[in-house]
Structure formats: structure tokens, C-alpha cells
């Protein structure tokens, strides 16, 4: 043979590779497959990259373990794991519920492109019952979406009451679990239909790479899910999977720090002349906190304090004063950060008067003592 036809079939993959701790990562756009007989078997998934080689197959395998999961679908961000979701299961004349308080980008999704392709959205009021929220239901309602807590306003939700009267309605529920990371809460353990998650954030914990996850238990789900994923063209790269699958190794000892972190800070906040409250579920006294006591194992870093009354320059110099507490939209990393809230109460349909700015702090990795002086330079500035 010429240099050229041995130079296309020289230096192939070992048929047998040595074992390492992570998993190896695959690139490739074509599988090839055993035989003739695999091309055509619809069985079959694998026939190009993008259905998930090694990487991402050890990955899924990890998280179905971690949601205690029939089957984990795989998404380039947490909103396209949503976006994917809702794609791969509604159609024009559905009713979707969507609680008021979910995350911004979501409600984009939902008035932008839901509605355009003929699914009825309608929000929620986050503080009602479950008994009226599965009551306001129609004939045409296919699921209910949630998340608890909010991830501004920290509203938790009674979960499993409404998975159990929505299921006797025969109407899916889906969660959007990114707080519990599918470590210190599971929703598939307590009702719900899909546990879903944007992985940038706890799992990933390192603030650098993308993707979302949807986790489901009935193997009718899983396929539809896997089904819509093939119908989107929707992959994730090996390296990004890797990468994934290294930060879900210390994903129980980050969040471990972080909630005993974020729960000092809190603390703390509570006592401050500034602070009006903070909603923190995991702190007593706290709004909801009984729910997170019953149905949560720990907490993360994320939550919300309400300053006493003041403009919005005295907000701005708070953000502007902290040195530490980076100011930024994620979380879930190893860096804590700070945003305002209030800008993006105004889309929501059940307002509510906190009664001062709403703040959101993730606490991140650094020392809980040295976070507390970076607030109280902020509040100092706050009080100017």
C-alpha cells in the first residue's frame, strides 16, 4: 500500500486501553460500528459522536447513580437542559405551569419560544398551595415546572405534596434542582418526574465549563428525553464531560464547606443593623425553613438578604465596596459573588414588597471570617 493509505489506517485506537482513574476522552464525529447488521438496528445510538462516547457516558452513569435515575440526558447548558425538556415532551395545546420565581432565563424560554409554538405558560404564585396550584390545573396542563428554592427569592416549595396530587392528575413535574445539585435534595426520591439541573454550576464547581442534565426514573421519559436530544442534535464534548465528571468527585466536600460557610456568613448578616432579613431556607427561622428541614440532608451557598430601605446608589456602593464577593449572574463555584436583585423582580406577575433592596450572596471556598469583613466594608458603605 502507498504512504498515503497507510498513513489514513496507521496509529488507530488499541483494541484494548490501559485503565486509568478517569474515564478516556474520545474525539470523534464517526462511530465505527461492529458489523453490518449494527448500521441499520434502531437499537442503536451510537452512530455518530454526539450520542455520547466514553466521557459522557461515564458521566451520565455518575449522575443517574447520584439521582438514583433510570436514565440521564446530557444538555450544553442548564437552559438547554430545560429548553430540551420542554421541547422533547409539549406540544401546541399543552398548558405548562411554571412557578412565578423561576430563573430569569427559563421565563425568556417559555414567553419567547413556548408560546410561539402554541404551548399555553402560565405562572404560579410561588406561596400557594399545593392543593390550588394542582386545582388551577386544566384539562390541557401536561406538566408543572418548578424550582425551590427560588434563586433570587429563596420561596421553597412543598415538592413532594405536588408531585403526589399533580401524578394523580396524570401531569408531569419537573424541577429545576440546581441548589440541591442532586446531593442534599432528590427529587426523583420524593415524587418527581425529572430532576433537572444546570451542571455549570455545583457540579461543575469550578466556574469554566458549560452543561445541564435531566434525570428521570420511568423509561418512557428516558427515551422521549434521549429521543429529543437525537431530534435537536444537541452533544457535549468529551473534554467538557471530563471535566464535568472531575468536579462531581468533590462535589460533597465542596458543598459541605459551602453551606457550612454560607450558613456562618448568614448567621452573621442576621445580627447587622443593615439587614432587614435573610432568606436563607437552612437557617432557623428562616421562610421555609421547616420544608428544607424535612426533605433536605444540607445546604449550599446561595442565598438572599433584604437591606433596610435605601436608594439605589447605597446598593450600588455596597456591590461597589466588596473586594472578595466578586459581582456576578452564576454560582456554585468556588469564588463567592454578589448581585442586586431587584431589576429582575419586575417581570414577575406576583410581586412582592420585600420591604428593602434583595441582595443574592453565594459564599464560596474562602475563609468564612475573611467574607465577613468583605460584607461589612459593603454595609459600611451601604450606610453612607
Known amino acids: 500500500m502507498s504512504d498515503e493509505t497507510r498513513l489514513i489506517h496507521a496509529g488507530k485506537a488499541a483494541d484494548t486501553l490501559v485503565r486509568t482513574v478517569g474515564p478516556p476522552i474520545q474525539k470523534g464525529s464517526t462511530v465505527l460500528l461492529p458489523n453490518a447488521e449494527a448500521l441499520y438496528d434502531d437499537a442503536n445510538f451510537l452512530t455518530y459522536g454526539r450520542g455520547g462516547l466514553s466521557a459522557q457516558t461515564c458521566l451520565q452513569d455518575a449522575l443517574g447513580m447520584l439521582e438514583a435515575a433510570e436514565g440521564v440526558t446530557l444538555y450544553p447548558s442548564g437552559i438547554a437542559a430545560i429548553s430540551g425538556v420542554a421541547m422533547a415532551l409539549l406540544k401546541a395545546g ?4 411554571v412557578v412565578d420565581s ?6 425568556r424560554f417559555c414567553d419567547s419560544v413556548l408560546r410561539r409554538f402554541g404551548v399555553d405558560v402560565t405562572y404560579f404564585d410561588p406561596h400557594a398551595s399545593p392543593e390550588s396550584l394542582v386545582e388551577s390545573a386544566s384539562s390541557a396542563t401536561r406538566m408543572i415546572l418548578l424550582e425551590s428554592p427560588g434563586s433570587l ?22 424541577i429545576d434542582n440546581t441548589w440541591g445539585a442532586g446531593l442534599i435534595f432528590k427529587p426523583l426520591e420524593h415524587g418527581v418526574d425529572i430532576s433537572l439541573q444546570a451542571l455549570t454550576k455545583y457540579v461543575g464547581g469550578h466556574s469554566d465549563v458549560f452543561m445541564g442534565s435531566a434525570a428521570a426514573r420511568d423509561p418512557k421519559l428516558v427515551r422521549q428525553l434521549a429521543d429529543g436530544i437525537n431530534h435537536m442534535g444537541w452533544a457535549v464534548s468529551g473534554e467538557d464531560a471530563y471535566a464535568m465528571l472531575r468536579g462531581l468527585r468533590t462535589l460533597p466536600i465542596r458543598m459541605a464547606r459551602q453551606s457550612e460557610s454560607g450558613l456562618a456568613v448568614a448567621s452573621w448578616l442576621r445580627d447587622q443593623p443593615e439587614v432587614a432579613q435573610v432568606l436563607h431556607p437552612a437557617l432557623p ?3 421555609g425553613h421547616d420544608l428544607w428541614a424535612r426533605d433536605y440532608s444540607g445546604a449550599c451557598g446561595l442565598f438572599g438578604i433584604v437591606l433596610k430601605p435605601g436608594p439605589t446608589q447605597a446598593v450600588n456602593a455596597f456591590l461597589n465596596g466588596l473586594k472578595l464577593f466578586g459581582l456576578g449572574f452564576s454560582w456554585g463555584g468556588f469564588e463567592s459573588l454578589a448581585i442586586a436583585c431587584d431589576p429582575q423582580l419586575k417581570v414577575r406577575q406576583f410581586a412582592r414588597d420585600y420591604g428593602g433592596p434583595l441582595i ?6 474562602e475563609s468564612p471570617d475573611d467574607l465577613i469583613a468583605d460584607l461589612r466594608r459593603g454595609l459600611d458603605a451601604y450606610g453612607q
Do not use: Q
Not at 94 to 97: G, P, Q, R, S, Y
Not at 102 to 107: A, D, Q
Not at 163 to 169: I, K, N, Q, V, Y
Open 94 to 97: 399543552d398548558e405548562i405551569l
Open 102 to 107: 423561576i430563573y430569569k432565563p427559563v421565563r
Open 153 to 174: 427569592s429563596f420561596e421553597m416549595l412543598d415538592i413532594p405534596r405536588i408531585a403526589e396530587l399533580a401524578r394523580g392528575r396524570g401531569i408531569l413535574t419537573a
Open 285 to 287: 427561622g428562616a421562610p
Open 360 to 365: 443574592r450572596l453565594h459564599v464560596g471556598l
